[in-house]
């Protein structure tokens, strides 16, 4: 058990649609980011929030969006659904900002698309 | 930018045998480097990791790993392979004032009774 939450564990919903996946960080880690995992494009950061502030973006499309609030927990918002859209999506956290910092995963959210 | 590239999409090897995933990296600064492990259905889970100091870095489950930095390798070895370590892996490089990961394409370890 890394001491990553995410909710859910599975989403299954239609294009068009919009959805929020949760993720909790382990107790005492500040950062929080955000992967896409898929077949085609293997992992992929997306977004990193630190203390409730954004740090770093990725591959990250305009329809998604994410922030962190005061408990430190994130959400991840997809809208606008499209079928390449499916996919794994992980949240880790660190303690700190520094690269050197390992992060930690959750069990991730799979997003299916129908 | 940073890029990895894991040699072999798939390896199998038999139980008892010498595991080696292959692990190249590319990096414009000092890297550091991470393997992970992810069992079907579940997420990535930290083997060990690179930073400073001593070259040889041991993790769980029996694996280590040495960077080689004239050969821009950290690859993952384990002594005797065991049916539980049957799991896709993934190297990822991070460094200076990049704190993503980005992470190779995964190796699929198979292993055979």
């Known amino acids: 058990d890394s001491g990553v939450t995410q909710t859910p564990k599975h989403l299954i919903t239609a294009t068009g649609q919009r959805v929020t996946l949760r993720c909790s960080p382990r107790s005492g880690d500040l950062s929080v980011y955000w992967y896409q995992q898929s077949l085609d494009q293997g992992l992929q950061f997306l977004i990193q929030?630190?203390?409730?502030?954004?740090?770093a973006k990725g591959n990250i499309l305009e329809r998604f969006s994410a922030q962190q609030f005061p408990d430190l927990h994130s959400e991840l918002n997809l809208s606008s659904l499209e079928l390449g859209d499916s996919a794994l999506y992980f949240c880790?956290?660190?303690?700190?900002?520094?690269?050197?910092?390992?992060?930690?995963f959750g069990d991730g959210t799979r997003l299916s698309i129908l | 930018a940073q890029s990895v590239t894991q040699l072999g999409s798939h390896v199998s090897v038999s139980e008892g045998a010498l595991v080696l995933l292959r692990c190249n990296y590319s990096s414009s600064v000092p890297p550091y480097l991470f393997w992970y492990v992810q069992y079907p259905n579940q997420g990535l889970q930290l083997l060990l990791k690179?930073?400073?100091?001593?070259?040889l870095v041991k993790g769980i489950n029996g694996f280590e790993a040495e960077f080689k930095k004239s050969e821009t390798s950290f690859h993952l070895t384990k002594p005797s392979a065991h049916m539980s370590d049957a799991a896709e892996y993934f190297c990822a490089v991070t460094g200076g004032s990049n704190y993503k990961l980005t992470f190779g394409k995964g190796t699929l370890l198979t292993v055979n009774p």
């Open positions: 690179y930073t400073t100091g001593a070259t």
């Open positions: 880790a956290s660190s303690v700190g900002v520094g690269g050197n910092q390992p992060q930690h």
């Open positions: 929030y630190y203390n409730g502030e954004e740090r």
